[in-house]
Nanobody, 126 residues
């Protein structure tokens, strides 16, 4: 059982930046694909970004590409989401997910992830 703990959320003005972290309890975290998803009030959970096991490949939704960067440090069992040029529409609870068996075609599908953190709130004011 992998436990994930997100941190780094908060309130920021439009155009500002935040960096989210997702720390995993699993020492072999390099065996897991990791993804960031977000859920705004009254909306479905949506894909934001994903990173493969060794960090060599990254994937983004169209709405964040060019503004957000996902990365991982397997020595620290941690995945990061650097968010720049934030917009009010980025306001949501951000969740970190992980799964050991995912293939690339499933990275964007939240239902395919086995493990989730508790989420961290990001609020962007206009």
């Amino acid at each position: 059982q992998v436990q994930l703990v997100e941190s780094g959320g908060g309130l920021v003005q439009a155009g500002g930046s935040l960096r989210l972290s997702c720390a995993a309890s699993e020492r072999l975290y390099n065996r897991y694909v990791s993804g960031w998803f977000r859920q705004a009030a009254g909306k479905e959970r949506e894909f934001v970004a994903a990173i493969n096991r060794n960090g060599g490949s990254t994937y983004y939704s169209d709405s964040v590409r060019g503004r957000f960067t996902i990365s991982r440090d397997n020595a620290k069992n941690t995945v990061y989401l650097q968010m720049n040029n934030l917009k009010p529409e980025d306001t949501a609870v951000y969740y970190c997910g992980a799964d050991q068996r995912l293939i690339v075609s499933s990275y964007r599908d939240h239902s395919q992830y086995d493990f989730w953190g508790q989420g961290t709130q990001v609020t962007v004011s206009s």
